[in-house]
């Protein structure tokens, strides 16, 4: 599993955006799916978008479905989450996760992934 670094968390304003990158220390990122999660403050920690090793496939919680964007990008070992629109509710700590299985589609369920990275802090304020 490869070592995976969160970058590009900020305070910002409700209705603005922010790009998340999660940099992988491994090529093999390529052959897995991968995911953003994200934990506020006193919940658990949620899914937010996945993304099929090939990149075909997107999945999306429904809080965040049609303003935000997963992307990867084999060739740089990395992945991307584009947010628009943010609310106040979208401030949370947002962790990458590389999928358990080679070849894998994307998916909601943390068992599916096993490797994860330490979290970049989004905050949203309104």
């Known amino acids: 599993q490869a070592q995976l670094q969160e970058s590009g968390g900020d305070v910002v304003q409700a209705g603005g955006s922010l790009r998340l990158s999660c940099a992988a220390s491994a090529s093999t990122i390529s052959l897995y799916s991968m995911g953003w999660f994200r934990q506020a403050p006193g919940k658990e920690r949620e899914f937010v978008a996945g993304i099929s090793f090939n990149g075909r496939n997107k999945l999306y919680s429904d809080s965040v479905k049609g303003r935000f964007t997963i992307a990867r990008s084999n060739t740089e070992n990395a992945v991307f989450l584009q947010m628009n629109a943010l609310k106040s509710e979208d401030t949370a700590v947002y962790y990458c996760?590389?999928?358990?299985?080679?070849?894998?589609?994307?998916?909601?369920?943390?068992?599916?992934?096993?490797?994860w990275g330490q979290g970049t802090r989004v905050t949203v304020s309104s």
């Open positions: 996760a590389q999928g358990a299985r080679m070849f894998g589609q994307s998916s909601a369920n943390e068992d599916d992934f096993a490797s």
